[in-house]
């Protein structure tokens, strides 16, 4: 029963590299969702996909981008990466109503020096 | 817009007393609520959430919160806290038929014997 699985754990790029984090739902939810949690700010959507094929920004979507690759999977790519991009990363996916819960993975820790 | 505040960035209970988490929200329309509590390292899960069925609500482990709209609070209290309960806690809150979760910045719940 793995839910929902992200990689990798840990990650420390450089300023200006690129990563993409993946992210893997056993559940045939419909939404996906990536988080971004920092201390004293809790957690805060960067994109979320309602759908297979559709992607739609949140309230922090400068500096990065998603795929939806197939209704299983859901990844984030930072392009080029900046220290203010250090955080957790985490990945959720649920049922599509707005009354159901998220289903979320371990996160991803990523350190940008 | 949706909001949620959380009153208190840390809280410290003894072992055995009450435990008393705020949470205020902020919706043009009725709201569903949820309380996730996150271990060290790990995800967040689910400890309940409010659909409108009633407005007192039970979860796991012992917790329970009551949804008050004349106050638009959701506070999750628990009768007596036991030291696995140390963990940061969560309050969220989406509206409408397909919105996505807004958290609030989150409570340290800290146990001391």
């Known amino acids: 029963n793995a839910g929902v699985t992200q990689t990798p754990k840990f990650q420390v790029l450089k300023t200006g590299q690129s990563m993409t984090l993946q992210c893997a739902q056993d559940m045939n939810h419909n939404s996906m969702y990536w988080y971004r949690q920092d201390p004293g700010m809790g957690l805060r959507l960067i994109y979320y996909s309602a759908s297979e094929g559709t992607t739609d920004k949140g309230e922090v979507p400068n500096g990065y981008n998603v795929s939806r690759l197939n209704k299983r999977e859901f990844s984030l790519r930072l392009e080029s990466a900046a220290p203010s991009q250090t955080s957790v990363y985490f990945c959720?996916?649920?049922?599509?109503?707005?009354?159901?819960?998220?289903?979320f993975g371990q996160g991803t820790r990523l350190t940008v020096v | 817009a949706q909001s949620v505040t959380q009153l208190g960035s840390h809280v410290s209970v003894s072992e055995g007393a009450l435990v008393l988490l705020r949470c205020n929200y902020s919706?043009?329309?009725?709201?569903?609520l949820f309380w996730y509590v996150q271990y060290p390292n790990q995800g967040l899960q689910l400890l309940l959430k409010y659909t409108s069925a009633a407005t007192l609500v039970k979860g796991i482990n012992g917790f329970e919160a009551e949804f008050k709209k004349s106050e638009t609070s959701f506070h999750l209290t628990k009768p007596s806290a036991h030291m696995s309960d140390a963990a940061e806690y969560f309050c969220?809150?989406?509206?409408?038929?397909?919105?996505?979760?807004?958290f609030g910045k989150g409570t340290m719940l800290l146990v001391s014997p």
């Open positions: 919706s043009s329309v009725p709201p569903y």
């Open positions: 969220a809150v989406t509206e409408g038929r397909y919105s996505t979760l807004t």
């Open positions: 959720a996916s649920s049922e599509r109503q707005a009354n159901t819960e998220a289903f």
